[in-house]
């Protein structure tokens, strides 16, 4: 369906462009690093808006990391914490491992976060339509997680645009109060790579090129 992140976010930025009405400060783009940020950069110069990231992390399952039970965001002394009980019961997730996953993953988004910033505050999200931007959504739990995040400082709207998600995730983030703007909705689903022609790891440093391009002073 895409040919790599480039061509998917400038497909992406035209359909957000059409969609959202605001431009300049009044909007903001939050990337999901990292993949989600090379995606985001082209919606954030068609909104004429700045670019920042929002770190959410996927929670693994004992013993199969890339499978997730969950996800979990940040914001400011904040924990948001998305869960599937229905996997972690079939899968017998003790407490103590959640408790220990849980803490991993919070060290891993402070890590990128100061990586990906530097000394450079976070962007100001009060009163401003809030775009977050993944390269693809599976099973939503990280987008709803970061979603949590966002509403804590009160934005005046939040609007969730990916190239690609599965119906029944967009239906669980409409349902949190959320528009989302997707170009592609197949079926089956699987794995978000596999509507990707190139797919390649991002690094952190690509990250960090992209927002050090993008991102207002």
């Known amino acids: 369906m895409f040919r790599d992140r480039e061509e998917a976010g400038r497909r992406l930025a035209q359909r957000v462009a ?10 903001l783009v939050l990337g999901i690093p990292r993949g989600g940020v090379l995606v985001a950069a082209p919606v954030a110069a068609a909104l004429e808006a700045g670019l920042d990231v929002m770190v959410p992390r996927k929670l693994g ?15 400011g002394d904040r924990e948001f914490l998305v869960l599937d009980p229905r996997a972690a019961a079939w899968l017998e997730v003790s407490d103590a ?8 993953q919070r060290a891993e988004i ?14 100001e999200l009060g009163g401003r339509v809030v ?8 099973t939503g739990m990280t987008i709803r997680a970061a979603v949590a995040a966002v ?6 709207e939040v609007v969730v645009a990916a ?20 170009l592609e909705t197949p079926w089956p689903f699987g794995a978000v790579g596999r509507f990707y022609a190139s797919f390649d790891s991002v690094e952190d440093r690509e990250v960090m090129r992209v927002l050090a391009a993008s991102r207002p002073s």
Do not use: F, H, Q, T
């Not at 969609?19 to 909007?27: D, F, Q, T």
């Open 18 to 27: 059409e969609s959202v009405s605001e431009r300049g400060a009044a909007v």
């Open 61 to 75: 399952a004992p013993g199969n990391p890339e499978l997730a039970i969950g996800a979990l965001a940040v914001a």
């Open 97 to 104: 491992y959640l408790e220990a996953e849980r803490a991993r």
């Open 110 to 123: 402070v890590r990128r976060d100061r990586a990906y910033r530097g000394a450079r505050p976070p962007l």
């Open 131 to 138: 775009v977050l931007v993944d390269d693809g959504i599976a």
């Open 151 to 156: 509403r804590r400082a009160a934005p005046k």
């Open 163 to 182: 190239p690609v998600a599965p119906l029944g995730s967009l239906r669980e983030i409409e349902a949190a109060g959320c528009r989302a703007l997707v």
